[in-house]
């Protein structure tokens, strides 16, 4: 069974970088694409990015484009998210998910969610001075 775990989280000021972590376990990505959404207090569930390990292909919702970057280490079972240039509108709870390659594209993964119910427990991300 796909196990999912989020590292990474904390505080930055404005301006700033993070970045998270997806440690997967109990089955390898190769077989996924991997998703990264986030959820603010009051505010619907955001597709942010998500990325298929087969070919690579990725998506970045309209508000993270050109600040975040998504990839994958496949040896490592794990999928990363650079944040950069962080806005306090970033701060929210961030998720990770995992659905099976090649049945959604890796847009549909990131606006519609995942198919399958394989989502890590998140991490906080805090943006504030």
């Known amino acids: 069974q796909l196990q999912l775990v989020e590292s990474g989280g904390g505080l930055v000021q404005p301006g700033g970088s993070l970045r998270l972590s997806c440690a997967a376990s109990?089955?390898?990505?190769?077989?996924?694409?991997i998703g990264w959404f986030r959820q603010a207090p009051g505010k619907k569930r955001e597709g942010v990015s998500c990325?298929?390990?087969?070919?690579?292909?990725?998506y970045y919702g309209d508000s993270v484009k050109g600040r975040f970057n998504i990839s994958s280490d496949n040896a490592k079972n794990t999928v990363y998210l650079q944040m950069n240039s962080m806005k306090p509108d970033d701060t929210a709870v961030y998720y990770c998910?995992?659905?099976?390659?090649?049945?959604?594209?890796?847009?549909?993964?990131?606006?519609?969610?995942?198919?399958?119910?394989?989502w890590g427990q998140g991490t906080q991300v805090t943006v504030s001075s």
């Open positions: 998910a995992a659905d099976i390659d090649g049945i959604m594209t890796v847009r549909d993964i990131c606006v519609l969610g995942p198919g399958r119910n394989y």
């Open positions: 109990g089955a390898s990505l190769d077989y996924y694409a």
């Open positions: 990325i298929s390990s087969s070919d690579g292909s990725t």
